[in-house]
């Protein structure tokens, strides 16, 4: 139906930048709120930013200041923009999605990617 494909996750030293890419293809008929989630090992897999299609955004107070998430609706594209990394920031990020398929366009549903790994290390 839709995929989400994450890029440009990676390691990186503490205080660095990375860009993560999440771009949706597929059936899509709208796609509303976009965001981003992570997750470490033995750790609840938490929201880390989202944006709306009015480009109204949210951000976990852990990355307040640091993390900029942004969209293109033209190209069904989220960003994040992550500066002054810590180790802390290291985990698996997903992408997320809120939206509809043309199969059912009044249905309402959350896509997922497969997610990307953050490294953030000496």
């Known amino acids: 139906q839709v995929q989400l494909v994450e890029s440009g996750g990676g390691l990186v030293q503490p205080g660095g930048s990375l860009r993560l890419s999440c771009v949706a293809s597929g059936n899509i008929f709208s796609i509303n709120a976009m965001g981003w989630y992570r997750q470490a090992p033995g750790k609840q897999r938490e929201l880390v930013a989202v944006?709306?299609?009015?480009?109204?955004?949210n951000y976990a107070d852990s990355v307040k200041g640091r993390f900029t998430i942004s969209r293109d609706n033209g190209k069904n594209t989220v960003y994040l923009q992550m500066n002054s990394l810590k180790p802390e920031d290291t985990a698996v990020y997903y992408c997320n999605a809120a939206g509809s398929t043309s199969s059912n366009p009044h249905l309402y549903m959350y896509f997922w990617g497969k997610g990307t790994l953050v490294t953030v290390s000496l």
């Open positions: 944006i709306t299609n009015g480009d109204s955004t």
